[in-house]
């Protein structure tokens, strides 16, 4: 499949593992010549990871007999099961066992899908401080919207320090923006940042595609980082998140969908630049003085919440928690009537649902996509689906294209069948991080989701159907990096289920985790299974999907996640950088972070590397430590030993990532006894830096020499107190760094704005300190 080009990448792939290739019959003979390689020595050695071993789950101890007896009835062993049960003839069990057998399988089958469903809730944040936040904020607003100058003058009437910047259409590209916000702060270090530019209506004025706020937001996000400006970032809403639990009602003005993209896309800022992020905060209808004091509270810093809104008199913050139907009462199977609309139909996902469909009873699947029955494996799927009973149209209609649809569904109804159901599960995109990407790309990526959802909400706006059902994405729920329009894409259609129950329409969006691509369809088809696993998120298999699914639509569910996660790994790589509370009330979840929290246990105190280490000499000691995790770094990166790894490069350009530095935090903490921060590589990036912390963690009362200058040691003391990555982002390293530069200081010896950025990231401690120092 694919042609020459698809072969050739397949032999590279078996090439690259191992396998040899007879490449002399790949090409013509008058076309094959030698290339010389780079004079780079390979050493025999080969740079591709090898796979892991399989691990086991560990599963809670039960009763061997109870286990073997469940075990005998999945595989229906008559015999064990007359043994066991001491029954001289089978013919009181004979009957039941198939009927048992299946009983069993579904159940431990509905218990699986049950641990897979979240959804996302509001609680109140705890007696919020009615602080003012200090410094100068700029504040960035949309020309000629009201609302945003509203939000200014009240929180000027709060005392904050609003800096304010008025984005023009005109102005709205990266590059013309950066310059503006360079000139407002004319070399001054804000406190934070403040944008109201989500509050813009209507769609983009050079991307008609995207709505504008979503548009405008990320080109903010985009020129900080061009500015350099490193003060964190709080993207304010209105409307973008419902507050109250599902069929009550609320003080919830109703949910813009263009408003809750803003919020997918700001999830993944919060993780792709976690030292200038602040948080988003979903303002009120109306910004009285007791709603903007809780707006300055908000921006004040309340600990590491980053996900609030201000509803009544309350701060209010956002939280994943279980939806398990455990305890529910039955409640009667969801069938399908009449005609289901499914776009992306001929996709992998669209496929599965399908024959889902057929096999539950539909009579008639309208499978649209932009190529119809021209799609790859169509026909062959039009042809499963009549064999299972179900009528078939195969339509090439791209919903996007709000005329082509209606003529679609006009068509389709023309006979007196009406479309009961509608699934929307078109959409992909490609994975781009934020600051890499540009307006037309990010719109791609987003135009298939989010105009397709309005074009269907558009159409379908009636009552009479059974369901709508969206199916979104977990990077919408908390976020994924390189997943900026995606996430705001998913976002979109979460915002637009709950706006469609506000109106009293069937609406259903499914959040979903990531399908397998087994039996020819999933999401996962060119992603990595075993880094995602590695990550925390294993794949879910088709068959189970849809019987979550099933679980879904039985329970007329307005937005839930349907997710398998495994939370011991995913939580310490996705808190690295950041904290993350969204999270913490899911019951695992809890757990790992109170064990993150714990004090180190008292044994720990005569560790064995402490031990080794006492006897030597602060300089031995040192390049004993600094062995110890180079060896650590080697394991991790797949070097041959810890003599491969140069300690002066920083972790990044050695090629950690989020999921090695929590896999070299492990095993760190496992060889030291420390109990070591998830974003311990974050804040000491380099080896030998890290080495120098450990040490200083070991020996507290015998760490480097005490300074003469008590100048310097007051400044020593407090740097050593504060993680270099918190003084990053207080904007402390920045101000430390202009200070050394005095007027007759050689620009030359400090770092200047081309490269500040990457040297502040890198240093350390004692870096700082010589920087300070030495150039005073």
Known sequence: ??????????????????????????????????????????????????????????????????????????????????????????????????????????????????????????????????????GSWPTVIPAGVPEAHQVVEALRGQGLQVVPLEVKPADAD???????LREALDGTAPAGVLS???????????????????????????????????????????????????????????????????????????????????????????????????????????????????????????????ASLAAADPVPAWKPRGTVLITGGTGGIGSQTARWLARNGAEHLVLTSRSGAAAPGARQLEAELTELGARVTLAACDVTDLAALTDLVRQVEADGSRIRTVLHIAGAGVLVPLADTDLLEFSDTAHAKIVGAANLDAVFDRSELDAFVLFSSISAVWGSGDHGAYAAANAYLDGLAERRRARGLAATSVVWGIWSPEDGGGMAANLAEEQLRGRGIPFMSPQLAINAFQQVLDRDD??????????????????????????GEVPEVAGILAAEAAP?????????????????????????????????????????????????????????????????????????????????????????????????????????????????????????SIPLLRLQESGLLDELRRLAQSPDTDSAAVPGDGDSAEAIDDLDVDGLIRMAYDNK
């Open 600 to 720: 180190a246990p008292a044994g720990d105190d005569d560790s064995s590397v402490r031990l080794r280490l006492t006897g030597l000499s602060p300089e031995e000691r040192r390049r004993a430590l600094s062995e110890l995790v180079c060896t650590q770094i080697a394991s991790v990166l797949g070097y041959p030993g810890p003599a491969a790894v140069d300690e002066s490069r920083a972790f990044r350009e050695l090629g950690f990532d989020s999921l090695s530095a929590v896999d070299l935090r492990n095993r760190l903490s496992a060889a030291t006894g420390l109990r070591l921060p998830v974003t311990v590589v974050f804040d000491y990036p380099r080896a030998r830096a890290l080495a120098d912390h450990i040490g200083a963690s070991l020996f507290p009362d015998q760490g480097r020499t005490a300074p003469t200058d008590p100048a310097e040691a007051e400044v020593r003391e407090l740097l050593d």
């Open 174 to 180: 990266r590059e013309t923006l950066a310059s503006h």
């Open 558 to 583: 307005c937005v839930v996640v349907v997710a398998d996660v495994d939370w011991e790994r995913f939580v310490p790589v996705f808190t690295s950088a950041r904290p993350s509370p969204l999270l």
């Open 196 to 322: 109201l530019l989500a509050l813009t209506e209507g769609p983009h004025q050079s991307c008609a595609e995207l709505p504008a706020g979503l548009g405008l937001t990320l080109t903010l996000v985009q020129a900080l980082g061009d500015a350099g400006i490193d003060a964190p970032l709080w993207l304010a809403t209105r409307g973008a998140v419902t507050t109250a639990p599902a069929g009550t009602a609320g003080t919830d003005r109703p949910v813009d969908p263009a408003q809750a993209a803003v919020w997918g896309l700001g999830r993944v800022a919060a993780l792709e630049h976690p030292q200038r992020w602040g948080g988003m905060i979903d303002l009120p209808e109306t910004l009285d003085g007791r709603a903007a004091a809780l707006l300055c509270a908000a921006l004040a810093g309340p600990g590491d919440e980053d996900q609030l809104a201000v509803r009544g008199t309350r701060l209010l913050v956002r939280r994943l928690v279980r």
């Open 1 to 134: 499949e694919g042609g020459p080009t698809r072969l050739l990448t397949s032999a590279a792939h078996l090439h690259t593992h191992g396998a040899t290739i007879d490449w002399h019959t790949t090409f013509p003979t008058h076309t094959r010549h030698r290339v010389d390689l780079p004079t780079y020595a390979f050493d025999h050695r080969r740079y591709w990871l090898e796979p892991d071993t399989p691990t086991t789950t560990a599963t809670t101890a039960t009763d061997p007999v109870e286990t073997a007896f469940w075990e005998a009835v999945e595989r229906e062993d008559l015999d064990h099961l007359l043994t066991t049960l001491e029954l001289d003839t089978p013919d009181t069990l004979s009957p039941l066992l198939p009927s048992l057998a299946s009983w069993r399988r579904r159940n431990r089958q509905q218990a699986l899908t049950d641990s897979w469903r979240y959804r996302i809730t509001w609680k109140p944040l705890t007696d919020p401080k009615a602080t003012v936040p200090s």
